[in-house]
């Protein structure tokens, strides 16, 4: 158990679903991350919240829409997705988001999109 | 941006044999951390080491700055020790560097 947790921790949807994901940490840190790892890819940053704030958005389609309501929940919002978006979706959390800080992660989130 | 290289990419390995994985970033990083990955897909910490060595239990991990390079130490490994194992760099320049720069792994295999 790393202090944050995720959830649903497997969801299969189909493309006109809309559906959340939803992670928790309680380690007293100030920012959080989506990543999404594909097979046969390295992990990719998705998004970054620092103290709420949104602070990085690497590209990502607007199928996607994450919120983060406080410091210790984040939530990734999605709808319309596609087959291509299957993938593990992993949130995880540091003291700051400088960057030089240790990231703890989740047990992530395996979606499938049918 | 930063890029990180892993070596080898696999590794096949008799139940109590000893290994090293290998870890070279292109750039001066603040952050340096390896992870585990088990079959549920859990990212394990194993090592924040931005710089010098440390040891926990039959894992060790050196870190040369200097020399861009980040060593995993396994000895005595074990069937618990299968997975994937990730090297992660950050560095904070200013603005808005907020990455974790994740290389592609090693996926070791420990056979009985």
């Known amino acids: 158990e790393t202090g944050v947790t995720q959830t649903p921790r497997h969801l299969v949807m189909g493309m006109t679903n809309k559906k959340s994901l939803k992670c928790e940490q309680h380690?007293?840190?100030?920012?959080m991350y989506w990543y999404k790892q594909s097979a046969k890819k390295p992990l990719e940053l998705m998004f970054v919240?620092?103290?709420?704030?949104?602070?990085e958005n690497n590209s990502v389609p607007s199928r996607f829409s994450p919120e983060c309501p406080n410091s210790s929940h984040l939530f990734l919002h999605l709808h319309t997705l596609q087959p291509e978006d299957s993938a593990l979706y992993l949130c995880?959390?540091?003291?700051?988001?400088?960057?030089?800080?240790?990231?703890?992660f989740g047990p992530g989130t395996r979606l499938t999109v049918t | 941006g930063i890029q990180v290289e892993q070596s080898p990419p696999d590794l096949i390995l008799q139940e109590g044999a000893n290994s090293t994985l290998r870890c070279n970033f292109s750039d001066s990083v603040n952050n340096l951390q390896w992870f585990h990955q088990n079959p549920w897909g859990q990212l394990i910490n194993l090592f924040y080491i931005p710089s010098g060595t440390k040891q926990n239990g039959r894992l060790s991990a050196t870190t040369v700055a200097t020399e861009r390079y980040s060593l995993l130490y396994i000895s005595s490994s074990q069937t618990t020790d299968s997975g994937v194992y990730f090297c992660a760099v950050g560095r904070y320049s200013g603005g808005s560097n907020y990455k974790l720069t994740f290389g592609k792994g090693t996926l070791l295999t420990v056979n009985p």
């Open positions: 995880a959390s540091s003291q700051g988001a400088s960057g030089s800080y240790e990231q703890y």
């Open positions: 380690l007293g840190h100030n920012a």
């Open positions: 919240y620092n103290f709420k704030e949104q602070t």
